[in-house]
């Protein structure tokens, strides 16, 4: 790989700059008594839930904490490195608690995103995705020459022609650091066979302007289960990642005197990709070089009431399972059928492409005493929720629902502000106020 510059893994200051954020209309989730406040001078005056209204998202401090160290832990047991996936979250205050505890560095899927990343300081850095437009390419160059190489994936002999191509129009030898990336049918990116993609590690390992590093691939694309199929389909398809490193290895095709880093795992199969990468993993030495392996959970910090929940290796392997760290509050606005409530959060405020929001508790006001409540959302309008309700149950216009989420990844893009509560179940205390940056 390119030799970066050493830097901090964040730039503490910048994210600490974020307290310093001015509180008002931009933030849907900020309570008006907080209009032109900062952040910093908000949670001085020691807020609660119940300064808040609905329809609001909220975290869990004490899961975040718990799963940010759950993970980190794990992955030092296993000698495995950690690039959790930016995206999930895009909160720089969470990507630098990632970092504290350990993680190699911050994952990413655009140029847009990098860039939010460099801002504040983020070090090392990996693209998970072929840099195919012009300015990413220039830009990622730029980085490289000044000594902050980005990792970035090609997946086809027409993409390292298209780097050469922009690189070669300029004059201060930057070099890009790549994986190539194995796909699979039915999947998202990536060369559809191993000797597709041997043809591309031909490709880029003979090219001037790029320094091949690396084999990467997503196994979450081909299953959605972890039933006998779907976690056979991911192991399958981790073996020809294996076998595509050994061909290159063979072919001594990876740049001479880099770290090698094979790089799987989302947050649903992060098991089975050390299970199978993990025994390629050496030290190096006369007879080969250093092989590294990195998984890139990113949804792990967040975790979730749905589809995380039930297929997490962790929730899978009979240990302690990560714990749910986030929950949409929502409030009735109408009761216009027998059975029927109307919830005043939707599809603009919660995610509903992995699962619907699930009715957890009732109460008579935000941050106020709650009660089971029995009932399920049928359908999801922009801004409302439709909430079938159990006969005998006493719901009423203004109480307020506790809602379990399904994917965080698209739970925070819907906020620029969520507040942190000390404890969901325990303390409405709000401890902190996360900034998002989709």
């Known amino acids: 790989m390119s030799t970066p510059i050493q830097a901090p893994a964040i730039n503490a200051d910048a994210v600490s700059d974020l307290q310093s954020t001015v509180l008002g209309w931009r933030h849907k989730a900020a309570p008006s008594s907080s209009q032109g406040r ?20 909220t975290l869990d401090g004490t899961a975040v904490q718990y799963n940010l160290r759950r993970l980190a832990q794990w992955c030092r047991d296993h000698n495995v490195l950690l690039a959790p996936h930016g995206k999930t979250t895009m909160a720089p205050q969470l990507w630098a608690r990632q970092l504290e505890e350990g993680a190699w560095g911050i994952t990413l899927a655009n140029l847009a995103q990098l860039r939010v990343a460099r801002a504040f300081g983020v070090h090392r850095l990996q693209l998970a995705n072929t840099l195919a437009d012009p300015e990413a390419i220039s830009w990622a160059a730029d980085e490289a020459a000044a000594g902050r190489p980005i990792l970035s994936w090609v997946d086809s002999v027409d993409s390292v022609r298209n ?42 390992g003979s090219s001037p302007v790029l320094n091949l590093v690396g084999i990467s691939g997503y196994e979450g694309a081909l299953a959605h289960t972890a ?70 959970s990113g949804a792990y910090v967040i975790h979730d009431d749905g589809f995380y929940r039930e297929i997490s290796p962790l929730s899978r392997d009979g240990g302690t399972p990560l714990a749910a760290g986030m929950h949409g509050w929502a409030r009735v606005v109408s009761r216009p059928e027998p059975g029927l409530a109307i919830l005043d959060a939707g599809k603009r405020d919660l995610p509903v492409d992995e699962g619907l929001p699930e009715p957890q508790l009732v109460g008579l006001a935000l941050g106020g005493p709650m009660r089971p409540l029995k009932g399920r959302i049928t359908a999801v309008n922009d801004q409302h929720c439709f909430l079938a309700v159990d006969a005998g149950e006493s719901i009423r216009v203004g109480d307020v629902v506790r809602l379990g989420l399904s994917h965080p990844c698209t739970a925070l893009d819907k906020w620029t502000l969520i507040p942190v509560l000390a404890d969901t179940d325990r303390d409405g205390a709000v401890v902190d106020l996360i900034q998002t940056f989709f």
């Open 38 to 57: 900062t952040v910093k001078d908000f949670l001085a005056s020691a807020p609660h839930l119940s300064d808040f209204h609905t329809p609001l998202l």
């Open 227 to 296: 039933d006998a199929a779907g976690l056979a389909a991911v192991r399958g398809y981790l073996q020809q990642m294996a076998h595509l490193h050994a061909a290159v290895l063979e072919e001594g095709l990876y740049t001479p005197g880099a770290g090698v880093i094979l790089t799987a795992g989302g947050s649903a199969y992060f098991d089975d990709v050390v299970q199978v990468l993990s025994p390629l993993c050496t030290p190096g030495d006369a007879n080969g070089p250093a092989v590294q392996l990195m998984i890139r």
């Open 163 to 204: 780097l050469e191509l922009i690189l070669s129009k300029r004059h201060d030898g930057a070099v890009l650091d790549v994986l190539v990336e194995l796909g699979g049918h039915g999947g998202r990116t990536g060369a559809r066979s191993v000797e597709a993609a041997l043809e591309v590690a031909r490709a880029a």
